[in-house]
């Protein structure tokens, strides 16, 4: 009978369980993990966010602890065994030796052994949820540091313009060649140049440490890259594909199989939770006397309804939940879509169109100054134009990064959330032309 019970029960390497996940991970985010350790690149970054951050060791570590708890509870409780010796007089002592076990933890072995297995089918998905998230939130924080690092550096050019524009402008202040109203207006234009590459180090600050929390290693902006690669076209998956590989989903399609077989387990358990059976010994005058015991709590006062309505509830709870979870994995497909036409199209218009004319116009502007025709203001303001296009650049080039990892998120299985922190591309300063 033991057998019987305990068959099909395979046993799961508590040990193996956390390399399984994180191979499948490597999977389905097509990562080549090699543990370079480097900050050369996305894939590096995560290589060394997975080797060093300690919060995803931990969320491995349970997901082997998920399966030790499933192989303790595909077993049946252990029996009790209970020896009462009482002074027998001149007969001897009374020997009462009972071994009985609970009638429950027996017959429903198998019904819990596939419920523990559903939760942790659950846990497990949970586990590897976790990890492809993490592993697009570590590419989305070093496209984000490598942008700030850009900005910053674009931003120093500026300030170089701005400050060499106020140098002049003292001179011909010197010389009295400028109405006074002209001075304010180089002046403001050099504050607001001033905050700007405040800000731009904030951000690259604020950008730096959150890769460096992520990657769980010191993180220098001299350690990034100068540039972001350009964007490498994604493929765009389809519903049917997203919703076949998405994690959440199948955490929560284990969590109602786990929670309807909790339900109808509830209906035994509910009466059956003190119900036991078992041999009894007795031995006095030297004889052993041997029968069967059985011992059962009567339903006088709760007959378990309660209990029963509960565990019903949480049942169709679980499979309401199921429903808006799909319907927001569709809806987050539909955005990341639409978001990724959009900024590529946006990166596109930048490289093709305000790249070149913010360049033509340093070039014209070039020439017109050599040949005295414009001042050194004009050549300034067409620097800072072209300038403050490198900076749409970098914006638009991050923004179609963070949309192609939020679409890989998606097809790897990870969550929906992914979608709504996508940032969106700014264009040109529009107060670029009045400096």
């Known amino acids: 009978m033991a057998a019987a019970l305990l068959g099909g029960c395979a046993t799961l ?7 399984d996940v994180m191979d499948e991970a490597a999977q389905r985010t097509q990562l080549a993990l090699n543990g370079s350790g480097s900050l050369d690149t996305a894939p590096a970054a995560v290589d060394l966010a997975l080797v060093h951050n300690r919060s995803v060791r931990a969320d491995l570590l349970q997901a082997g602890v998920s399966a030790a708890e499933l192989n303790a509870l595909s077993r049946p409780g252990n029996p009790i065994f209970e020896v009462v010796s009482l002074p027998g007089g001149d007969h001897g002592r009374v020997l009462d030796v009972d071994l009985r076990a609970s009638v429950l933890g027996v017959a429903a072995t198998p019904w819990r052994a596939r419920t523990a297995r559903a939760a942790y089918a659950a846990e497990r998905s949970e586990a590897l949820l976790r990890l492809v998230d993490f592993t697009a939130d570590v590419e989305r924080a070093w496209v984000e540091a490598v942008a700030a690092r850009q900005r910053l550096d674009l931003y120093a050019r500026i300030l170089e313009a701005a400050e060499a524009a106020m140098t002049i402008a003292e001179e011909l202040d010197a010389a009295g060649n400028r109405p006074a109203i002209a001075r304010v207006r180089e002046r403001n234009m050099l504050i607001n140049v001033q905050l700007e590459y405040a800000t731009a180090q904030l951000q690259a600050e604020a950008a730096r440490f959150a890769l460096e929390r992520l990657t769980g290693q010191g993180v220098r902006l001299e350690d990034l890259p100068v540039a972001l690669p350009a964007p490498v076209p994604a493929v765009l998956p389809g519903e049917d594909e997203v919703l076949d590989a998405s994690l959440p989903l199948a955490r929560s399609r284990a969590q109602v199989e ?53 565990a019903r509830l949480r049942a169709e709870q679980a499979l309401e939940r199921h429903a808006a979870l799909t319907a927001d994995i569709v809806a987050a497909l539909a955005n990341a879509r ?9 990166a596109v218009l930048v490289d093709d169109d305000l790249l070149p004319a913010s360049e033509a116009l340093l070039e014209q502007t070039l020439l017109q100054y050599n040949a005295m025709q414009l001042g050194v203001f004009e050549l300034l303001n067409a620097f800072e134009t072209r300038t403050r296009a490198g900076l749409a650049w970098i914006d638009a080039h991050a923004a179609a990064h963070q949309a192609d990892i939020a679409v890989r998120q998606l097809a790897a299985g990870g969550s929906p959330g992914a979608v709504s922190i996508m940032p969106v591309a700014a264009g040109p300063s529009a107060d670029a032309a009045d400096h």
């Open 13 to 19: 390497d508590p040990d193996q369980v956390a390399s």
């Open 258 to 310: 786990a929670a309807s077989r909790e339900a109808g387990l509830e209906n035994w358990a509910s009466l059956l939770d003190h119900a036991e059976i078992g041999l009894a010994a007795e031995r006095e005058d030297r004889e052993w006397a041997r029968g069967w015991m059985a011992e059962i709590s009567l339903p006088l006062f709760d007959q378990g309804q309660h209990r029963r309505a509960a």
């Open 338 to 346: 639409s978001v990724h036409a959009l900024v590529v199209e946006q």
